[in-house]
């Protein structure tokens, strides 16, 4: 497996052109985020993961975790690493200096969690879901439970879990079985749960548990769900560790990827029970959780950008190196494979998703910063709806791709990538799991759809249809070949999803059938031509800068860039409207007998 080296200059050119860096900087809670401070904060992080975290990929890969009598043991190295990032305060960089972080942007905090996913995206699991839990104890969290518990959290001192499914209960929560009697000041949690990642681990000493559960009066269904906080260990009031709490990990789940992350069957109040303590209202867990799955929500989309990345750096370093066949435009000599055209159309292809997929996970998490901090109602509101549109589309699309990609890269490989000591099939398998977690992504794209596009009428899809007509005339100015080709592509592309969006919310087709069998299809359709907009802004923005002494080589090769995905990626979209808006008689036409 190759050396892994942050796109450190790509994530700075994003920051600049696409997120407005100097804006969030004028947002008080930013004041202090200068670019030089952004600049050094990314340049550690890539030493970091570079140094620390992506060696211990493979290895990790093949050692795995294991759990024995209760006690899980991670690979060689991942402690340490993880000690390091702790001491370094990686971990509370998106949270305010009262809360003990950094103060970070989310936008910042992005590209720092995609270098840890890229570096290691087994390891990165433990921190991403931690950072998850804080958001949810900030919201909904009583006073004394936030002081008990966020200092060490933020810090990653203690670490945090994400509990959810069990055996019979998946995306239908309604089904769970987890049961919760109160205590006095304090509840006693019963049930077992699965798929706990990093439900056990040697990293720290706690493990904060949010665990869904249902009460004894509880109404049906998930209006009946409460949330609680459940401690591996008990916390004296002074703080320090108690009795250990009726929480333990019974198995390890064998997996096709993320070897080296423990995901553990979980058994809470096999004795006594364990003890919960209520974060928000009885009954109104699921809205609760909903914020930690938000934010993993972006943040898992964001593993589609990071393993891509990872597998286009390890394919073109290979391209590079491995000499095969004479090249087709003449010769006798055997040639490096990256010469020969069909290589190049692979790289390029990973090459443009990755950057049309980064694009489109930071410019989110900007609008999130946006939405939480402008000092103007109106733009806080455009924000949200902008940010809340993208979130399914983020997690969906950039992780589909993210197999994709990860698939070519294997394929770049020949024969050698579907050999495990090269490393290109570890990124393979463990992209896979990324469509799968919070929320498959069919389930995104019924949220994109039904949550998103029906429920506003379209508003906040129509809005980013206007705002992308903005950048033609830019584009066309240039009098640029390559920009008028992306301009001329991105036109096409607008055109095809506003005609999706509208036959989706004609009441003529009122059939919900009809409508979300077409779900998964506007999805891909919705993520292509905002990828191709960010695209086309990049490119905007590079021949600019080009024009005004920068760095050629890097600028040219963003507008080249950009033209492969208008020509070659955006032409998708026409093939996806028909799809939805003629393809759904086919798709429901099979009685359930004739499967």
């Known amino acids: 497996m190759t050396d892994y080296n942050a ?107 995609e270098m840890w996913q890229s570096a290691n995206l087994a390891w990165s699991l433990c921190p991403l879901l931690t950072i998850g839990a804080i958001e949810a104890v900030i919201a909904h969290a009583t006073p004394k439970l936030r002081a008990t518990f966020l200092p060490k959290l933020v810090s990653g001192e203690w670490a945090g879990t994400m509990n959810l499914t069990e055996p019979q209960a998946g995306t239908d929560l309604g089904l769970l079985k987890t049961r919760a009697a109160r205590d006095g000041d304090h509840y006693r949690i019963k049930g077992q749960k699965i798929f706990i990642t990093y439900g056990e681990q040697d990293f720290t000493d706690n493990i904060i548990h949010l665990v ?30 108690g009795a250990r709490n009726d929480a333990y990990a019974v198995n390890l789940e064998h997996k096709l990827g993320i070897h080296a992350s423990p995901t553990c069957v979980m058994a809470y109040g096999d004795e006594d029970g364990a003890i919960g303590y209520l974060i928000g209202e009885e009954h109104d867990g699921l809205r609760c959780m909903f914020t930690m799955m938000n934010n993993a929500r972006l943040n898992v989309g964001l593993q589609g950008v990071a393993v891509g990345e ?140 039904g949550r998103k596009l029906l429920r506003d009428g379209g508003g906040a899809m129509s809005d980013l249809l206007d705002e992308m007509e903005e950048i033609d005339s830019g584009l066309l100015a240039t009098e640029d070949a390559d920009c008028a080709v992306v301009q001329k592509s991105l036109a096409a592309g607008r055109v095809a999803l506003r005609q999706a969006s509208e036959w989706l919310l004609d009441p003529k087709n009122n059939d919900i059938d009809t409508k979300f069998a077409g779900a998964t299809p506007f999805l891909h359709l919705a993520g292509t031509v905002v990828g191709g907009w960010l695209m086309a802004r990049s490119a905007l923005a590079a021949h600019k800068n080009s024009a005004n002494g920068g760095d050629r080589s890097f600028l040219e090769a963003k507008i080249v860039t950009a033209r492969f995905y208008a020509e070659h990626v955006m032409p998708r979209v026409h093939a996806l409207l028909p799809e939805i808006t003629n393809g759904s008689a086919s798709v429901l036409a099979l009685a359930e007998d004739q499967f």
């Open 212 to 241: 869904l559960a249902r009460l004894p009066d509880a109404p049906p269904g998930v209006k009946g769900i409460s949330l609680f906080l459940v401690p591996k260990f008990l916390v004296n009031e002074d703080g320090s560790l």
């Open 7 to 113: 796109p450190v200059k790509d994530m700075r050119f994003i920051f600049d052109e696409l997120c407005d860096l100097e804006g969030l900087n004028a947002l008080p809670p930013f004041a202090e985020v200068t670019p030089d401070l952004v600049d050094h904060i990314l340049n550690e992080s890539a030493k970091f993961t570079g140094e620390m975290v992506a060696p211990l990929n493979q290895s990790g890969d093949q050692q795995t975790s294991t759990l024995k009598d209760g006690v899980v043991t991670t690979p060689d190295g991942f402690k340490e690493a993880y000690a390091q990032f702790v001491e370094s305060g990686w971990n509370g960089t998106p949270f305010t200096p009262e809360e003990g972080g950094m103060g970070l942007p989310w936008t910042v905090t992005t590209a720092l969690q």
């Open 310 to 449: 990872r597998a286009y750096q390890q394919a073109v370093e290979y391209a590079k190196s491995r000499v095969q066949s004479a090249p087709i435009s003449g010769g006798t000599e055997s040639a490096t494979i990256i010469q020969h055209p069909d290589v190049r159309r692979m790289l390029m292809m990973m090459r443009a998703q990755i950057e049309a997929m980064r694009a489109l996970a930071y410019y989110t998490n900007s609008a999130l910063d946006i939405s939480r901090h402008h000092d103007d109602d109106e733009v806080r509101r455009a924000n949200h709806a902008r940010m809340e549109l993208l979130t399914p589309v983020v997690k969906a699309w950039c992780t589909d791709l993210g197999v994709d990609i990860a698939s070519m890269g294997v394929q770049v490989h020949g024969g050698m990538g579907f050999i495990e000591e090269t490393g290109a099939a570890q990124h393979l398998r463990d992209s896979r799991i990324a469509p799968i977690y919070e929320g498959t992504n069919g389930i995104q794209a019924i949220d994109l759809l």
